[in-house]
T-cell receptor, first 112, second 115 residues
Framework: EDKVVQSPLSLVVHEGDTVTLNCSYE??????LLWYKQEKKAPTFLFML????IEKKSGRLSSILDKKELSSILNITATQTGDSAIYLC????????????FGSGTRLQVQP | DAGVIQSPRHEVTEMGQEVTLRCKPI?????LFWYRQTMMRGLELLIY????????DSGMPEDRFSAKMPNASFSTLKIQPSEPRDSAVYFC?????????????FGSGTQLSVL
């Protein structure tokens, strides 16, 4: 059974701080790792990492995949209050036809 | 594009009643997923369809839950009879692919409360 563990479960920081969120996984025949941001309701896509694309960056957000350590990190620099959300990590398998498996998420709160 | 559309946004019902949740996937997407989110268990897959055919329903809790996809633009998730432990946010998502790690697009969810 595929498994995704995220840490920390929650985090409170001040505006301007840099944060690192962690995701570790166990999956049969890894295909992809995805990060989502969930503010009020619907999770919205941030990044997809694969064996051919282990590092992604968009503005203040960046993510790296470590296939050797079976993990990924999501970095947010110069945090803003608008970054407050739950960040979800999910993994996909290339074996069979299986949907993404999600972790429980990291709740980030950025204080002014 | 309108995105994934779910209805209703909120549903409050009494234990024992039937509940039907609805989803319209993004046009052209060929896979549809139903997830449930709770504080305790996070996002859990209930069932997913590819080309309107159920592929993996191992996450459906029990016989009280059923899902259908009669055509490429519509799916329902039904709970009968509902119980308080079914209270959760139910998300529908769609993707362009056969399942197996592609990017999912989520609807806004249905907040279900069973009293």
């Amino acid at each position: 059974e595929d498994k995704v563990v995220q840490s920390p479960l929650s985090l409170v920081v001040h505006e301007g701080d840099t944060v690192t969120l962690n995701c570790s996984y166990e999956v049969t025949n890894f295909r992809s790792l995805l990060w989502y941001k969930q503010e009020k309701k619907a999770p919205t896509f941030l990044f997809m990492l694969t064996s051919s694309g282990i590092e992604k960056k968009s503005g203040r957000l960046s993510s790296i995949l470590d296939k050797k350590e079976l993990s990924s990190i999501l970095n947010i620099t110069a945090t803003q209050t608008g970054d407050s959300a739950i960040y979800l990590c999910a993994v996909g398998s290339a074996t069979g036809r299986r949907a993404l498996t999600f972790g429980s998420g990291t709740r980030l709160q950025v204080q002014p | 594009d309108a995105g994934v559309i779910q209805s209703p946004r909120h549903e409050v019902t009494e234990m024992g009643q039937e509940v039907t949740l609805r989803c319209k996937p993004i046009s052209g997407h060929n896979s549809l997923f139903w997830y449930r989110q709770t504080m305790m268990r996070g996002l859990e897959l209930l069932i997913y369809f590819n080309n309107n055919v159920p592929i993996d329903d191992s996450g459906m809790p029990e016989d009280r839950f059923s899902a259908k996809m009669p055509n490429a633009s519509f799916s329902t998730l039904k709970i009968q009879p509902s119980e308080p432990r079914d209270s959760a946010v139910y998300f529908c998502a769609s993707s362009l692919g056969a399942g197996g790690g592609e990017k999912l697009f989520f609807g806004s969810g249905t907040q279900l409360s069973v009293l």
